[in-house]
Nanobody, 115 residues
């Protein structure tokens, strides 16, 4: 079983920055991908950014140039540096790990951007 614990959410003014962290523990198979999703009230959960153990990275168009995902090599911690935050970035952010066998989710962390 894999556990994911997010941290780093909070309240920030528009234009500000936050850094989210997600630490995974348990039996983690490689290769895998660690991803950040977000869900705003009334909206579907959407992929924000993802990074694989091989270093491949992808971003949603809405965050390209503002957010940066990284991980500690092939290790179990992933980060999301969020810059130039906008009110529309307000959502619960979820960490996800997919190892081709199962998909695991964290409990989510709230990010609120005030205008």
């Amino acid at each position: 079983q894999v556990q994911l614990v997010e941290s780093g959410g909070g309240l920030v003014q528009a234009g500000g920055s936050l850094r989210l962290s997600c630490a995974a523990s348990g039996t983690i198979f490689s290769p895998n991908a660690m991803n950040w999703y977000r869900q705003a009230p009334g909206n579907q959960r959407e992929l924000v950014a993802g990074i694989t153990t091989g270093g491949s990275i992808n971003y949603a168009d809405s965050v390209k140039g503002r957010f940066a995902i990284s991980r500690d090599g092939a290790g179990p911690t992933v980060y999301l540096q969020m810059n130039s935050l906008k009110p529309e970035d307000t959502a619960v952010y979820y960490c996800n790990l997919f190892d081709s066998r199962k998909s695991y989710w964290g409990q989510g962390t709230q990010v609120t951007v005030s205008s």
